[in-house]
DNA sequence: CACTGTGAATGCATTCACAGCG
DNA sequence: CGCTGTGAATGCATTCACAGTG
């Protein structure tokens, strides 16, 4: 029986699976392949919530958003929770073609980071606005023009698109992404896009992150008497 | 998961500013800032809406949290907001010294970008464990040994630390930062980090959002068009 | 009027708590 | 027993809807 979409099933009833349990969804696989390397066979709900900082509820009521995977008094068969959930993430036995705008700092960086590749996301494109830029190889792909970028998409199959030009830029490209055909777009401009329905947007943002820190550094100095739990955030985007 | 310390005061009761809110905040300050190069007196709760994707309601709410800033009839004046939040989100006439961990790719891509130090964020250090990359300079500044890392933050009186290590070594700068004083980090490494309660920790983790698109590309079916949701499907964390 | 500020209603997400199973 | 699966309860966050104001 195969899960057909971000539903599940109880009492003939579907449910939607929480966006947030999605993201706690890679990192279920990320901590079960870090755990199997250890050759143990079953993990507890309590144990795989130990090391990834959540409550025990939490894995049990998320592993079983996606099916019925433990067994009473023993827990999780790691293998084959690994495997199901690898599944259900759609990062099993398939690769994703991505395209980067940009081929500036960061856009080099993603270039160089392992861990796509590993979980089977390959970068195929690569374009630039930059005359300078173009023709230039990084990480065995070439950088071509911008202009190009809706003819190459549609040569390389693109499934995603990553946006790291300045933020003027981003929407135009965006536009381009999607009229190429992605269904996806991750955006590291801090500009909000517009997006048909059809296509999902991420932003990450890293300025953000820094001023929502100093929104609680410059108050949390003051404390006005402790009741209870002090300030502390733990937070996964 | 959170505690937060942001209150507000009504009637002499004091409310918890969400999470949500406060990471939106930092986008209120940015849009404003480009409304108010248009030369525009005053915004309504609905036209700052329209440009962050967010509804009308959503920003009088988030607003009111912070202060009554409004006028009815007319909307906001978009300079004295503009002051007051930044004033809040504690970016105004003040900078926040940062060390970063960590001299690759990603590293250098933080390093590189403008938007930090417009809002007051400033480089002071960087460490790497790599006797290769320690003493070559990035912007300016020279990347010292990991060894190093304690006594340079005194020096410099570091407030946040930004990590960019492999996901190995992530524990162990986050335990040297803690150390070292910092009240809040930002960790980039894929890694679950363990925190005293005192510090602040968010998470920025690229593959996840790769994976959690991976999710529903595999599904096809799109589960809704979501315009201007938080950490959720069309917005960053 | 056009707008804000805000109770009340709704909608998500997390946690509790326990029946039931191996 | 120890541990899962899951209703029910709780706790956040968003939206509605409208009284009140310049």
Known sequence: MTRTNGMRRTNGLRRQIPEACVERLSLYVRELSRIRRQGNGFVSSRRLAQHLRF?????RRDLNYFGQFGTSGRGYEIQRLLAALSRILGIQGR???VALAGAGNLGSALLAYRGFRERGFVFRVIVDADPQ???RTIQGLTVASSDELEALMRRHRIHIGIITVPSEAAQGVCDRFVRG????????APARL????????????????LEA????????RLPAGRHGAPAAAQDSP
């Open 55 to 59: 409550t025990d509820a939490q894995v």
């Open 95 to 97: 690769t994703w073609h």
């Open 133 to 135: 830029k173009v023709g």
């Open 181 to 188: 055909g992605v269904r996806a777009i991750v955006n590291f």
């Open 194 to 209: 517009d997006v048909p329905p059809s296509v999902r947007l991420r932003n990450v943002d890293m300025a953000l992150e």
């Open 213 to 220: 820190l100093a929104f609680y550094l410059g108050r949390d």
